[in-house]
């Protein structure tokens, strides 16, 4: 697929981001960058939820927002996107019907895919703090979308909540989804088959991890992303 913003005209400081790349189906893509690079507000504007206000947001040649365009993305929000009164199944079930998904075998399936399928009938607000993650999981990917946004879907989970992530991730790619996952965490991005580095808003390098270290002329990729946002000289 093909993803394009255009530049905004607000300037660097909080700019939406101008970025353009094909994006190849059956593999994990990294959006990288600080707190505050424009990670979140590019995923906004690439499903159709903050709309731009300069140029445009394009996906698979669509300018977005576009209703019929969304059935095909899946995206998991940093917050836990989920309703806290209703069962874990409940929550699934009203997602697959938002996307037009009435099998009921779609609703089982994803909460199987993120280890829930036993507890189809716990209330969602009892569950914790990693099961409401899955639980996300489960409703962004219930009407298998071939393309799944996922912003910071690590953040204040533990380690093994993570490792756990990044199977059904790479399980996911490995079954033809195109995956865009935003990251300020360096350590997660070898486990990305490529990487996009975002700051103030601009694509600043794009690479598996290897070609970024290489660029930068360093092993260290958190200090490659430094040295390619122009904060250490590469002489360092």
């Not at 070609?211 to 250490?232: K, N, S, Y």
Request: charged share 20%; hydrophobic share 40%.
């Amino acid at each position: 697929m093909t993803v394009a913003t255009a530049p905004s005209a607000t300037g660097p400081s909080g700019s939406e981001p101008a970025v353009r790349a094909d994006l190849a189906p059956g593999r994990i893509y990294g959006v990288l960058g600080p707190n505050g690079s424009g990670k979140t507000t590019l995923i906004r504007l690439l499903t159709g939820l903050t709309k731009a206000t300069a140029g445009h947001a394009e996906v698979i040649g669509v300018t977005m927002p576009s209703r019929p365009t969304l059935g095909q993305i899946g995206y998991m929000t940093q917050s836990d996107g989920i309703y806290p009164a209703l069962t874990a199944g409940e929550n699934v079930r009203f997602f697959a019907a938002a996307y037009g998904v009435e099998a009921s075998e779609a609703v089982t399936d994803a909460l199987r895919v993120v280890d829930l399928a036993d507890r189809l009938d716990s209330i969602a607000g009892t569950l914790s703090g990693g099961q409401r993650r899955r639980l996300s999981l489960a409703c962004a990917l219930v009407h298998r979308p071939p393309i799944l946004f996922l912003d910071e879907p690590t953040v204040g989970v533990d380690p093994l909540l993570r490792v756990e992530f990044w199977a059904h991730f790479r399980a996911l790619a490995d079954d033809g989804a195109t995956i865009i996952v935003s990251s300020h965490v360096m350590d997660e991005a070898d486990r990305c088959d490529e990487l996009l580095f975002v700051r103030s808003g601009a694509l600043i390098a794009r690479g598996s991890g290897v070609e970024v270290r290489r660029e930068a002329g360093t092993d260290d990729l958190e200090q490659a992303f430094l040295r390619l946002g122009g904060d250490q000289p590469r002489n360092r």
